[in-house]
């Protein structure tokens, strides 16, 4: 069972890289029109955030709808450093430190969303997540940040209460968000991406800690029972996951011209976007999650005829999922569906 | 100096004293059964115990140390594990990740060394699972390790609960009838596991029972409940032949 | 006199989110499950009232009663399709995933049938309102009419709950499942009237709503669905009086903090209340603790 564990995980990058290389192929032999290339690299950080939200819903077990959010904040503060540091420091240390910075502030707001929010359950923690997702972009929209040779200047109003230099530049623009951010983002980087997270998550996963985290979920009283400290790892798994969600941000920011707090990416419907994602890749199956993302991203723009009845598909599927999944008559008649298969 | 020692610990609930001065010395090695009828507050006495609920009053030490306001967490730390009436498995996992979480707090490497697979990690994880085939063996559940633990039968999920307790290394264990909804044979069983538990670890149990077979069979002190309070304490035989003991079990059952 | 205009209207608002968090509440403490698309039967309500006025050349009454009997039919179904089967599910996440898929796919029909584009919805209540102080004070019709009906609404649901068969049963229902049914009550029929009754609070609140902010889209009901359930964590969930004072306090709230504080971040404020309420009261006004039984 222990190599099976190992060589599921090895099964798992293995399909990331073939993915990887028929892509690549397709690309360099000309059978990848722009528009498609142009998906590749939301591909991989829609599917980085899929295995974040999976580490939350099925490792950690609590449901999270406000996880756009961590990706906001990755998204923009990662913007913030490479925009100001643009032709400071050169591309690669900077997009690396960008990296740092987006993973580093999503993870710190992981960690104080974190503190109240474990201590709900349930319903309570998917709807104050869902609220701290929704907070976090208004904030954001209400931002401004400048800069000049005396340093950086803060508003909540608008640009001109910055009090700049006439040549200090605007680079949070509240509801306008960041213009120009380094370009520094391209598929093997996401792939990249990618592959990390799969890393961290499985091999957490299938460590001490994993299994603490896992145990809260399947039963928390047993679990303090067993001397497993609950907030402790529960701490861990969000912020650990909120901290990937911070990385899919940063890909994200470092791949689109104009940054904005939308609720079109960052609002909870996007957050429920991700949800999709995971649930129709098998809650608690991290390949799962990936397969799910890459495919349902990739499948309305290829069908364009589908577009319009996407959304109504996924939310009949999530539906229809669940029940099949949950209802504990419908695995009860699986159940025998199984055992009558057996006999005859 | 006693193991367990329970000093005139009361709780209430909304004006319900459902716990009402009890008292308890259990030695080294002991055997020790908790019995009374349906809402005696057995189970309360374990929570109280385990730190589910604080008591109103009274003073619980554990081989010296007073354990009284301290966390369920801590007070498994201390040394007291536990199993519960309605089994409480961790159902999603394998047999033998069940019992690994037992073990995570005496074989420890740090997150960063699991997240990454590195330094400590291979090493420490094959003591890990060395140590839970051990357990699983005695609870002749090694066949099984890769098993879910929902997919269990019912008795073999009641003996994994006892080995992850077993697992966090327990001074005290504490077994809350364990025989519930278990057939004859399954019973018979079990009392030679809870007896092989008390051999081979050389462990100090305190057992809530219902089953008086099994209580008589193999406990050597018993403590009476009784709304609450503790109604006869003493030897076996004679608390199972008090007058007032047998009235109130005739009351009920 | 502009603060006390402003308190109205905060108290018009409240009144909306009041009878869209009785639902919620109500639901919630019988059904034990966050009904995510609570927000969404109040569009379906909205779009009903919308087309049938419409095409009865601005008839609303007939509207609103085909609106109520719709959103009911809709709560009842979506109960009995969607939720009654994940009723004891091994995860608490099945069922709220579930609503989640609900309140997308009733969003997403609508889209289909209407479109994206914002459609200029008619008010229900054609009375001008009151002029007071000599022309200083205008307070709207809808606004006055909205908090009256929210008020009916709360005494009807009162004494309904508390002195009907089956609001007593609702109570049985919420209290013990278990014990419920051993005492002889049909637990899913107690639910699935709770579901009715929620739905059809909805389509009232619907009307309100688009008559108070004329702007009907399929998104319409989602954020004031998610402040209606803010509005009933801020009572305590369960409570139907807590549900009336969390409305009416989140609508107050929200119209001065978008007034005084910031219209961008009126919504970071009320979402910020939740978040207080529930780390410093998590049971709300009038909520009482539930413990897990060990």
């Known amino acids: 069972m222990k190599s099976k564990k190992i060589r599921d995980n090895y099964i798992t990058y293995a399909v990331v890289i073939l993915a990887y290389i028929i892509f690549q192929i397709l690309a360099s032999t000309g059978h990848l029109s722009s528009h498609m290339k142009g998906l590749l690299v939301p591909m991989t950080y829609y599917a980085v955030i899929a295995v974040a939200l999976n580490l939350c819903v099925g490792i950690l077990g609590e449901l999270s709808i406000g996880h756009c959010g961590f990706m906001c904040i990755g998204a923009f503060t990662s913007a913030f450093f490479s925009k100001v540091t643009e032709e400071s420091i050169p591309q690669a240390p900077r997009f690396i430190l960008a990296f740092i910075i987006g993973i580093a502030f999503a993870a710190l707001f992981g960690f104080l969303i974190g503190i109240p929010v474990l201590r709900l359950k349930g319903d309570y923690l998917a709807i104050v997540t869902l609220a701290f997702g929704e907070i976090i972009k208004n904030i954001i929209n209400a931002f401004y940040i400048g800069v000049d040779s005396n340093g950086i200047h803060f508003s909540m109003k608008n640009s001109m209460e910055l009090g700049m230099d006439p040549e200090g530049e605007v680079i949070v623009n509240g509801a306008m968000g960041i213009t120009g951010t380094p370009h520094d983002a391209n598929f093997t980087i996401g792939i990249i991406v990618l592959l990390l997270t799969l890393i961290v998550v499985q091999n957490l996963v299938n460590s001490r800690d994993g299994r603490a985290i896992m145990a809260i979920r399947d039963n928390y009283i047993a679990a303090e029972a067993t001397g497993i400290n609950v907030t402790r790892y529960k701490m861990m798994a969000f912020t650990i996951s909120a901290a990937i969600a911070g990385a899919a941000g940063v890909l994200f920011s470092h791949n689109i011209t104009t940054l904005t707090a939308s609720s079109q990416y960052f609002g909870y419907n996007a957050s429920i976007m991700i949800l999709v994602y995971v649930v129709l890749g098998g809650i608690g199956n991290i390949r799962g999650s990936v397969i799910a993302a890459c495919i349902l991203y990739m499948l309305p723009e290829l069908l364009r005829g589908l577009n319009t009845y996407r959304m109504l598909i996924y939310s009949i599927v999530l539906i229809v999922m669940m029940i099949v999944n949950w209802s504990p008559k419908v695995i009860d008649y699986r159940k025998k569906l199984v055992a009558g298969f057996k006999k005859g | ?253 | ?294």
């Not at chain 2, 290394?169 to 809350?176: A, E």
């Not at chain 3, 649901?157 to 009550?185: P, S, Y």
């Not at chain 3, 004072?245 to 978008?258: A, D, H």
């Not at chain 3, 529930?278 to 009038?286: A, E, F, R, S, Y």
């Open chain 3, 1 to 294: 006199m502009s603060f006390l205009t402003y308190l109205i209207n905060g108290l018009s608002l409240g009144s909306i989110y009041a009878i869209i968090a009785l639902g919620y509440t109500m639901v919630y403490g019988i059904a034990k499950m966050l009904n995510f698309a609570h927000g969404d039967f109040i569009m379906v309500g909205c779009y009903v009232i919308f087309t049938v006025s419409g095409a009865l050349s601005g008839n609303s009454v007939v509207g609103i009663i085909v609106a109520i009997v719709l959103c009911t039919l809709l709560g009842i179904t979506t109960e009995f399709i969607a939720y009654r089967p994940l009723r004891g599910a091994a995860s608490p996440l099945a069922v709220l995933i579930t609503a989640i898929g609900v309140s997308y796919l009733l969003e997403n029909v609508a889209l289909l049938i209407f479109g994206a584009d914002i459609k200029s919805f008619t008010s229900v209540i054609s009375w001008e309102g009151l002029s007071l102080a000599g022309g200083q004070l205008k307070i709207q019709g809808v606004t006055i009419v909205t908090i009256i009906i929210s008020l009916v609404i709360l005494l009807v649901l009162q004494l309904f709950i508390n002195k009907t068969k089956q609001g007593q049963a609702m109570l049985a229902v919420a209290e013990d499942k278990g014990a419920a049914t051993l005492m002889g009550i049909n637990v899913n029929k107690t639910i699935m009237l709770t579901f009715a009754i929620g739905s059809a609070l909805a389509a009232i609140a619907g009307a309100l709503l688009c008559s108070a902010y004329p702007s009907l889209s399929p998104y319409t009901g989602a954020m004031p669905g998610i402040k209606a359930f803010v509005a009933a964590v801020l009572g305590g969930i369960g409570s139907i009086p807590g549900a009336m004072i969390g409305g009416l306090l989140l609508g107050i709230v929200e119209i001065l903090s978008k007034t005084y504080i910031s219209s961008q971040l009126s919504d970071a404020i009320v979402f910020g209340i939740l978040v207080i309420v529930l780390l410093v009261k998590p049971t709300g006004i009038l909520g009482k603790v539930i413990q897990e039984k060990v």
């Open chain 2, 1 to 253: 100096m006693a193991l367990l020692d329970v000093n005139n610990l009361s709780v209430s609930f909304g004006g319900l004293r459902a716990v009402d001065d009890f008292s308890i010395t259990i030695e080294k090695g002991e055997l020790y059964g908790l019995i009374g009828p349906n809402g005696a507050g057995k189970t309360t006495v374990f929570n109280l115990l385990t730190g589910v609920y604080k008591p109103n009053e009274g003073v619980i030490k554990l081989d010296g140390e007073d354990i009284t306001r301290k966390s369920t967490i801590e007070i498994n730390h201390s040394g007291i594990a536990r199993t519960f009436q309605n089994i409480r498995l961790f159902k999603q996992m394998s047999v033998i990740d069940n019992v690994k979480v037992g073990l995570s707090e005496t074989f420890k490497y740090s997150a960063l060394e699991g997240i990454l697979h590195i330094g400590k990690y291979k090493s420490v994880e094959k003591k890990m699972d060395d140590e839970a085939m051990k357990l699983l063996k005695v609870f002749d559940l090694d066949k099984e390790r890769d098993v879910l633990a929902s997919n269990l039968p019912y008795g073999k999920q009641r003996k994994l609960e006892i080995a992850r307790a077993m697992a966090t290394s327990p001074k005290l264990l504490l077994l809350d009838e364990p025989a519930a909804g278990m057939n004859p044979n399954e019973t018979a069983e079990l009392m030679e596991t809870i007896a092989l538990v008390r051999r081979e670890f050389d462990m100090t149990i305190l057992l809530i029972e219902h089953d008086m077979k099994l209580v008589s069979g193999i406990c050597e002190k018993l403590t009476v409940l009784n709304f609450g309070r503790v109604l006869k304490q003493g030897e076996t035989k004679q608390v199972l032949a008090d007058k007032e003991v047998i009235a109130a079990y005739l009351g009920q059952d």
